[in-house]
């Protein structure tokens, strides 16, 4: 049973420019959130996917975007880059209902922005 | 508004000692659930336990406990016996209990259990 997958697993990009980053849940789930996790400190909520919509969003401006598959897998799009944005971004999924909604991770994507 | 405090922020102990790891929580939720994740340095976040906020009876598994006291909001987390491969981040988290909502988490405490 294959867990959460997220690609890629590095990334180097520079101020301005546009990233895509992808995460597939694990088997059974159809719920996708992401995380920004920025160096030393906890991971942050940006944003949740069920039925290909965005359910939840967290405190993060409308650079960050997302889209979410018939097959519940995700991406995270981040336009106009800034050096800030360089933080690990993980991927949690997670089932609904019947205590299905224990948040699993991914191994992340380490973002750098130069 | 819901938070989490992880006051310590890196511990060190010797293989073998005993170590408890520190959550204190605030909600205004009367249901919800508490959490504990362990990252290593490969990054992963690894769920470790999840606990409902009716439920306050302490849980053992192996070499882990967790102490839920809701009097205090606290949800402290011991190793006993600890080993050089729970050295990691050790992320407490809240959630309110009602669907898939989000987790917000502390700070995390870094734990080094030196052989």
């Known amino acids: 049973d294959a867990g959460v997958t997220q690609s890629p697993t590095h990334l180097i990009k520079t101020r301005g420019q546009q990233v895509t980053l992808r995460c597939s849940p694990k088997s059974g789930h159809d719920t996708v959130s992401w995380y920004q996790q920025a160096l030393g400190q906890g991971p942050q909520f940006i944003f949740q996917?069920?039925?290909?919509?965005?359910?939840q969003r967290g405190n993060f401006p409308d650079r960050f975007s997302g889209h979410q598959f018939p097959n519940y897998s995700s991406e995270l799009n981040v336009n106009a880059l800034l050096l800030g944005d360089s933080a690990l971004y993980l991927c949690a999924s997670s089932g609904t209902g019947g205590g299905q909604e224990t948040q699993y991770f991914g191994p992340g994507t380490r973002l750098l922005v130069l | 508004a819901q938070k989490v405090t992880q006051a310590q922020t890196e511990i060190s102990v010797v293989e073998k000692e005993d170590v408890t790891l520190d959550c204190v929580y605030e909600t205004r939720d009367t249901t919800y659930y508490l959490f504990w994740y362990k990252q290593p340095p490969s990054g992963e976040l690894v769920f470790l336990i999840r606990r409902n906020s009716f439920d306050e009876q302490n849980e053992i598994s192996g070499r882990y406990s967790w102490n839920f006291q809701k009097s205090t909001s606290s949800f402290n987390f011991t190793i006993t016996a600890s080993q050089v491969v729970d050295s990691a981040v050790y992320f407490c988290?809240?959630?309110?209990?009602?669907?898939?909502?989000?987790?917000?988490f502390g700070k995390g405490t870094r734990l080094s259990v030196i052989a």
């Open positions: 988290a809240l959630s309110e209990a009602e669907g898939n909502t989000p987790l917000v």
């Open positions: 996917y069920y039925e290909e919509e965005e359910r």
